[in-house]
């Protein structure tokens, strides 16, 4: 009994001491690192001078949204000589983040999803400002495999799907006898249950539930050569590596806006066009007036976004890399954000 | 066993059984009444059946949001707490960096060896060290950091909630209910509130992890101190011990394995979970993963959700006090004084550290890294390419996929469908009484009449009511509850009979329970096609692992002496499995079974990213949109709560003694 005492009394000092001589090493090293915190990517960039606070760009999981941070990192570093620290989080975390300003920014976001969180945290609460638009325009809509409108070119419109025959193609397990139209994730705008309604299609909304199993469902069909038709949008890198043909809706008219912000169940026309923009915390112009204005001009066009995504999902390049080599090439282009 | 000891008296028992036999013919005429009843009037759940949860959990997040700068629930309570937090996981990572990972890998090979002996250091230090391998060794860390933090706190509230729930039947009934929820009720539906509560980043991500992996840590502590032999603690009680040393003196040493079994469990279900807590926003391994998933990178998912396995594993094996000898190929280590193996392990650690830090050992060399994706790539591609279809005999996953949806799932969902909600019921609650009398059918159906309350949800065509949500996903638990037992307890036995079997198995139940089921979301899809069948199939892996387990733990805790007895009659071993294993096992399989049902319940959410649709979709739904759907994801949650608790109650009851009580 004793001994077993003495010796975890030991163990108990031997691990005091130890950790003692860590701290004593852990002191020097944390003036070399800068304290830079795990939540931050060390991005490879440009090694620029910067000092003060750091800005906090949110990279959502997508292309897109990660070339915007990692430029606007390139040029505040290297020009306004401040840190910025990129956080990866979800895109709905990213709102409560700049609620309480540990998020100053986001560079892309969809209005078409977070309606209710312009309402709330910019137009209600007034945590959040909108920074204007970021250029690109993105467009949410009905796809299929180019495969399936070679083979029955009326599918190229919605009223080819009126035929039950062909609708029918579309059909699995879940849906029974109606063809299927698959929804990836809920959490997305969706219209297409009230589309399919009131345009009197014979099909069946299923929801797949996530934008992977969205993607799985695609190989499957490219794999057996089978129809199907979803939800899907531009831009997105598997349109590098699948050939999908938009299915034309109907032209969006003045009663479908109404229907879309009423909710009452009546929208039956083609998804709007997303024009994506930026927010901001309501505190980054007083934390950092210079970088709030750089980021409020910051643009890109839908051609400068989508080279920049090349460089990553067709040339395996990562964000920062990708970011940088466009800084290097298209000075004019950022130069006029800094003005 | 107990109910031997209780016999009652000749005459009294066959009085009992009269009675019993009248009991029984009334509830029987009962039951057939209420169904009567039920087809008369209760065909549809009737609008006025709406306790307006939605609007109530709607308003109080959107009140939380308005006032989260101002109130004192925050600015007293939750901000420090976050910030508590948040210093807790910097504070544990910035440990983690300053020993580097040769400090880490010797640091773990030593608390095993302090733990277990050197079986337990050598399996721990190599589980690090393969982290490493597979993973980048700063999200590594970082996930570990997370993970300690929420497994302290999972123990430091957990074994006193366990302690408490032992002592007292009725705080059991409430620890039992609070337990249910926090391991059942899917994290998308507090996600929202955890945000607001706790701001980005680290906080959120150890409270989620903490919730979920409370539940094992109280259940058995509760489970081993309720074990421990009646005589112990009547010998305490005459040497006149008092409560409290009573419980530190005997019932925790006594219940010693349980609580470990009850650490694994914390671990097992905290990893579980980093993938989730990740989208707070920590970039560490389950950030890697949902970036690999949006590439639709299976490999590089895989390979960041085997880091995460392995994370999990290396604590395991130093926490389970694995004292078995070292394997006879290996060395024996010389029979040194424990002074001087401690010397030695901390002059290890030390060595490990100071050179790693003098060298700037910052990352695992490049030849000790292991590239896992591409082998997974070609290994889930073969899968994808040659079980989906034209497998002899079976057809391919997607035939039994198909048959699943059309002959089973759809079958039996339009039944309860079909049936007037009230029919449900009832039929539960007949269930319930045959189970164990009519306080248990009335707590069930309570349970079922809960979610009828819960209101609308939209649909086609107009609102309906959530009761359709939650037979639809009834219908899939059912399904998938039945396979996985059908998997489970077979093999559950089997590796409860042979040491080979358990250790073959062993490494997949782990995988089975840790590996982030995102990593699997696109095989499954793929090989499944999104819907119903891909959602169950998701259950049912994640499922079995706690049965087999428990089975195994269950056969292998049967004392020896009614075996030999059974032996020395010249039982042969089948007989001997059937008639004395299995019985004297039965506790433990029966909370297999109703772990089984509890994980099932608790993957309904990971089914719904699949296609399965049901309540778990509402949930989802809770985390995407919070200003508009918290409401109606609240209820979908509550709602597999009580689906959860009311399938636990029944297949608990099972686990009992029937005669003990019957009221």
């Not at chain 1, 467009?139 to 080819?160: C, M, N, Q, R």
């Not at chain 2, 349970?447 to 209101?455: A, E, P, R, Y």
Request: hydrophobic share 50%; aromatic share 8%; net charge negative.
């Amino acid at each position: 009994m004793r001994s077993t005492r003495r010796t975890s009394r030991l163990a108990v000092a031997g691990l005091v001491i130890s950790s003692l001589v860590l701290a004593a090493c852990g002191d020097d090293e944390e003036d070399a690192g800068g304290g830079d915190s795990p939540t931050s990517s060390a991005a490879p960039s440009e090694s620029c001078e910067t000092s003060g606070d750091a800005i906090k760009l949110a990279v959502n999981p997508w292309t897109g949204s990660a070339v915007n941070a990692y430029v606007a990192k390139a040029v505040i570093e290297c020009n306004l000589g401040t840190p910025v620290e990129i956080i990866e989080i979800d895109e709905n975390a990213t709102w409560v983040g700049l609620d309480d300003a540990s998020i100053d920014a986001v560079l892309e976001v969809w209005p078409s999803g977070h309606a209710a969180d312009y309402e709330q945290y910019i137009t209600t609460k007034g945590t959040v400002v909108d920074i204007g638009l970021l250029g690109p325009e993105a467009k949410i809509g009905w796809f299929v495999p180019k495969s399936v409108v070679d083979e029955h070119p009326e599918l190229a419109t919605w009223e080819g799907f009126l035929d039950p025959e062909l609708a029918k193609l579309f059909a699995t397990a879940e849906s029974g006898d109606l063809g299927q139209f698959t929804m990836g994730d809920p959490s997305y705008v969706t219209y297409d249950e009230q589309i399919i309604a009131n345009l009197g299609l014979p099909l069946k909304y299923v929801v797949a539930g996530s934008e992977a199993a969205l993607l799985a469902a695609i190989d499957q069909a490219v794999a057996d050569g089978t129809p199907v038709l979803m939800q899907f949008w531009k831009p997105h890198w598997k349109h590098l590596e699948v050939e999908l043909v938009e299915v034309k809706l109907p032209d969006v008219t003045p009663e479908c806006e109404a229907a879309a912000a009423s909710g009452d169940g009546s929208y039956a026309c083609d998804y709007p066009v997303d024009a994506l923009y930026k927010a901001a915390s309501v505190q980054l112009e007083a934390k950092n007036a210079p970088v709030f204005n750089m980021l409020s001009k910051m643009q890109l066009t839908t051609e400068q976004q989508s080279e920049i995504a090349g460089y990553v999902d067709r040339d395996g390049m990562s964000p920062a890399e990708a970011a940088q080599k466009w800084v290097d090439e298209n000075a004019a282009v950022w130069q006029a954000w800094l003005a | 066993m107990a109910s031997v000891d209780t016999l009652p008296p000749a005459h009294l028992e066959a009085e009992a059984v009269a009675k019993r036999q009248r009991e029984r013919l009334l509830g029987f005429g009962v039951f057939a009444a209420l169904l009567v009843a039920a087809w008369v009037v209760g065909h549809e759940v009737p609008d006025w059946m709406d306790l307006d949860v939605q609007g109530w959990a709607q308003d109080r997040y959107t009140w939380t949001i308005q006032n989260s700068d101002t109130h004192w629930l925050f600015t007293v309570f939750l901000n420090p707490a976050s910030d508590f937090l948040n210093w807790a996981v910097e504070h544990v990572f910035d440990l983690l960096e300053a020993l580097r990972w040769p400090g880490v890998v010797a640091l773990t090979a030593m608390i095993g060896w302090r733990t277990g002996g050197p079986r337990a250091a050598l399996a721990g230090g190599l589980a690090m060290l393969a982290v490493g391998a597979v993973a980048p060794w700063d999200k590594a860390m970082l996930t570990l950091s997370i993970m300690v933090v929420a497994v302290v706190m999972a123990l430091v509230v957990g074994v006193p909630l366990g302690v408490i729930a032992a002592r007292s039947d009725r705080a059991e009934k409430i620890i039992r209910v609070v337990l249910d929820t926090a391991q059942v009720m899917p994290v998308y539906v507090y996600f929202a509130p955890l945000l607001t509560g706790f701001g980005i980043g680290y906080p959120p991500a150890v409270m989620a992890t903490f919730i979920y992996a409370l539940p094992p840590a109280t259940r058995l502590t509760n489970l081993g101190i309720r074990q421990v032999p009646v005589v112990l603690n009547e010998v305490g009680q005459s040497f006149g011990t008092t409560s409290w040393q009573q419980l530190l003196k005997v019932q925790l040493p006594v219940a010693r394995k349980s609580i470990l079994l009850g650490l694994n469990q914390v671990i097992m279900m905290a990893f579980a979970i980093v993938v989730l807590a990740s989208l707070f926003g920590p970039s560490d391994l389950g950030r890697l993963v949902l970036n690999a998933l949006q590439k639709q990178e299976v490999g590089e998912a895989f390979a960041a959700g085997i880091g995460i396995v392995l994370l999990a594993v290396a604590l395991d094996r130093i926490s389970t006090g694995d004292r078995r000898p070292l394997p006879r190929w290996m060395p024996t280590p010389p029979q040194w004084g424990r002074r001087v193996w401690l010397a030695l392990g901390i002059g290890t650690v030390v060595a490990a550290v100071v050179c790693a830090r003098a060298f700037e050992l910052d990352v695992l060399p490049s030849w000790m890294l292991i590239d896992a994706a591409s082998p997974i790539d070609d290994a889930v591609d073969w899968v994808q390419n040659n079980l989906r279809k034209d497998v002899p005999v079976i057809g391919g996953t997607q035939a039994i996929s198909d048959f699943l949806v059309v002959h089973i799932i759809d079958p039996i969902q339009r039944f309860l469908l079909w049936l007037p909600w009230l029919a449900v019921v009832t039929g539960v609650a007949f269930v319930g009484w045959l189970s164990r009398g009519w306080r248990l059918a009335a707590g069930v159906a309570l349970c079922l009449v809960l979610i009828g309350f819960m209101g609308t949800v939209p649909g086609a065509g107009g609102r309906k009511p959530l009761w359709d949500e939650a037979m639809n996903t009834l219908s899939q638990v059912i399904v998938a509850i039945v396979l996985a037992v059908l998997i489970a307890f077979p093999l559950g036995v089997w590796a409860g009979r042979s040491d080979r079997v358990e250790r073959v198995l062993k490494p997949f139940l782990d995988l089975a329970q840790v590996l982030p089921q995102f990593v699997y979301l696109i095989p499954v899809v793929f090989l499944f096609s999104a819907g119903r069948a891909a959602g169950v199939v998701a259950c049912v892996v994640y499922a079995i692992p706690p049965l087999i387990r428990l089975t195994a733990l269950g056969l292998r805790e049967v004392p020896h002496a009614p075996r030999e007895a059974a032996t020395s009659f010249g039982a042969t071993p089948r007989q001997e499995l059937l008639h004395v294993q299995l019985p004297l096992a039965r506790k433990a399989i029966l909370l297999g079974v109703n772990q089984t049902v509890l994980m099932v319940l608790a993957t309904v959410i990971i089914a719904a990213l699949v296609g399965a649709g049901g309540l778990g979709l509402l949930a989802y739904t809770a985390a995407a949109k919070p200003n508009v759907n918290l409401g109606q994801g609240m209820a979908g949650g509550l709602s597999i709560v009580f689906l959860a608790i009311m399938l636990d109650r029944i297949t608990q009851a099972w686990g009992r003694d029937p005669d003990t009580s019957r009221t």
